[in-house]
């Protein structure tokens, strides 16, 4: 088998994990902040005739890691939207890389490019 091949089997390989264990975290830690949602807020009811957005702290990087590590169960929950949200950011960073190592100039340059589309849209929209 070429070396070329064996090589992209083993990005695709590592592609696939990082995908699999990112949604996965992702998905234990929306699961974790629910549980700990519910267990302080399961019994209230809730009120659908006005619209109640996320709090002030909930909006930022920082407050939602703040009000994770605190134990709070909306910033657990937004945590993992954003481990959700990052995972194929990630990806693309990671096929990134594995291109230009392998001196693949055409799609480092697309990657990159989808790359700075995806941070535009992230950080470019305020």
């Known amino acids: 088998m070429p070396v070329k091949k064996v090589a992209g089997a083993r990005v695709e390989s590592a592609l696939g994990n990082l995908l699999r264990t990112g949604v996965g975290v992702a998905a ?14 399961g019994v209230e009811h809730a009120d659908y005739r006005t619209f109640h957005s996320e709090p002030a702290e909930l909006r930022s990087i ?14 657990i929950i937004q945590l993992g939207v954003v481990l959700l949200i990052a995972t194929p950011i990630a990806r693309v960073a990671f096929a990134c890389g594995a291109f230009l190592r ?21 950080l470019g929209s305020r």
């Open 28 to 41: 234990l830690v929306v699961g974790l902040g629910a549980l700990v949602y519910l267990g302080g807020h």
């Open 62 to 75: 920082g407050g939602l890691l703040r009000a994770a590590a605190s134990g709070q169960g909306q910033g």
């Open 102 to 122: 392998e001196r693949d100039w055409r799609y480092a340059t697309i990657s990159l490019a989808v790359l700075g589309v995806l941070a535009f849209s992230l």
